[in-house]
């Protein structure tokens, strides 16, 4: 089952199609489901404040379709039950706040 997840995962960061790209979403709406459903995982796996899995030397979102991908794909693993407009609010928020994509 654990392969099945990450290789869905992996697919939805792949294929970047359920979001929308991060011009899209409402960033002040995005900020509040992030805070909700990310900080603690992102603490967990990075440390700090969670913000280090985005800033870090080795971050694996590069694009805005990647950023769509992995906001998806981790909508999925935690069963956060966004709908594509909230991921799209999620993308906003983490575009403005870190990544700065045009």
């Not at 997840?5 to 900020?31: I, Q």
């Not at 967990?44 to 969670?50: I, S």
Request: charged share 20%.
């Amino acid at each position: 089952m654990k392969a099945f997840v990450l290789f869905l995962s992996a697919f939805a960061m792949a294929a970047g199609v359920h979001a929308a790209p991060p011009a899209k979403g409402d960033a002040k709406a995005g900020k509040v489901l992030h805070d909700k459903s990310c900080v603690n995982c992102h603490v967990g796996l990075v440390g700090g404040d969670g913000s280090g899995i985005y800033t870090r030397a080795d971050r694996k979102v590069r694009t805005p379709q990647q950023l769509a991908g992995r906001i998806a794909g981790c909508n999925a693993n935690t069963g956060a039950g966004w709908f594509p407009e909230d991921e799209a609010h999620v993308a906003a928020y983490l575009n403005q706040q870190y990544y700065k994509f045009k």
